[in-house]
């Protein structure tokens, strides 16, 4: 069974520009949740889709926002970037109140 | 909202020596999990627990559920290098929601 599958594993942006993250979750999983991760600041949640809907959300401000497919896929989109949304950015899919599987990650620099 | 909280912060040891990291919600959770994320790597799932009291063990790593269904603790025993890295605690809630603490950060110096 594949993991979870995260594109770009690296990026470099430029501030005021906008980055868009992709995930692809195990399959079968409908749950694909967001997690920005920082050092000395832990997994911040950022929002969780199920079924196409969002269904969790968290204390990030309306630059970043998410979607999900059909298939379950998710894209995450951060606009007009700031020097501080540099990251790593973990997306995790589940099922249920199961275990969450995360993927490698992207680790996005902004200049 | 919901907040979990864990300490400590870091944590450096001697190999050999015990270790004990610490989880508190502020609200009821329906579960915890524990995850480990090794050095430039990504969270990886330990164990869940689901009841009050719950104790459960995985070799020298003990888990415990509080009775209020509010805090946590994973505790290594006779550390070992291999046990390097950053342990999270998560608390699920009513909703589905999946909120990690910060992490306690384990060194082990051999």
């Known amino acids: 069974k594949a993991g979870v599958t995260q594109t770009p594993r690296y990026l470099i942006k430029t501030r005021g520009q906008q980055v868009t993250l992709s995930c692809s979750p195990i399959?079968?999983?409908?749950?694909v949740s967001w997690y920005q991760q920082t050092p000395g600041q832990g997994l911040q949640f950022l929002f969780e889709?199920?079924?196409?809907?969002?269904?969790n959300k968290g204390n990030f401000p309306g630059r970043f926002s998410g979607r999900q497919f059909s298939n379950s896929r998710s894209e995450m989109n951060v606009s007009t970037l700031e020097l501080g949304d540099s990251a790593l950015y973990l997306c995790?899919?589940?099922?249920?109140?199961?275990?969450?599987?995360f993927g490698q990650g992207t680790r996005l620099t902004v200049v | 909202g919901q907040q979990v909280m864990q300490i400590p912060q870091y944590q450096h040891v001697q190999e050999g020596e015990d270790f004990t990291t610490y989880c508190n919600s502020s609200t009821t959770l329906s579960n915890i999990q524990w995850y480990k994320q090794r050095p430039g790597g990504h969270p990886v799932f330990l164990i869940q627990l689901v009841k009050s009291g719950e104790v459960k063990k995985q070799k020298r790593l003990t888990f415990q559920f509080g009775e209020a269904k509010k805090n946590s603790s994973l505790h290594i025993t006779a550390t070992q290098t291999t046990d390097v890295g950053t342990y999270f605690c998560a608390g699920n809630n009513q909703g589905g929601k999946l909120i990690f603490g910060q992490g306690t950060e384990l060194s082990v110096k051999p």
């Open positions: 995790a899919s589940r099922t249920g109140d199961t275990e969450a599987f």
């Open positions: 399959s079968g999983h409908r749950s």
């Open positions: 889709y199920f079924s196409e809907t969002q269904r």
